[in-house]
């Protein structure tokens, strides 16, 4: 599967940033997310949904971000609200089919002080 990441860009601290990303073929059965990676460390978790619409959230975001899919469409999205300067960083989605992960081209997100 193919996945698109769009949605990324440059908001002040405590703004909002919807991410998007679009996959090439049928997502239904599979467990989507978004990681996040800043130069010089490894790539981390933000968030899981799985096909079901349970969701997994990393400490640093809970409370400020929401991810959602709508297996329809093909999208998953991450509505991020009240960013913050440490949520800098490119945002990747991704796609576990399997036990096989694929990922997406980053989308990157600048959140100022």
């Known amino acids: 599967v193919q996945l698109q990441a769009s949605g990324g860009g440059w908001v002040q601290s405590g703004g909002s940033l919807r991410l998007s990303c679009a996959a090439s073929?049928?997502?239904?059965?599979?467990?989507m997310g978004w990681y996040r990676q800043v130069p010089g460390k490894q790539r981390e978790f933000v968030a899981d949904?799985?096909?079901?619409?349970?969701?997994l959230y990393a400490d640093s975001v809970k409370g400020r971000f929401t991810i959602s899919r709508d297996n329809a469409k093909k999208t998953v999205s991450l509505q991020m609200n009240n960013l913050k300067p440490e949520d800098t960083a490119v945002y990747y989605c991704?796609?576990?089919?399997?036990?096989?992960?694929?990922w997406g081209q980053g989308t990157q997100v600048t959140v100022s002080s």
């Open positions: 073929g049928s997502i239904s059965s599979d467990v």
């Open positions: 949904i799985v096909s079901g619409g349970f969701t």
């Open positions: 991704n796609a576990k089919r399997s036990g096989r992960p694929y």
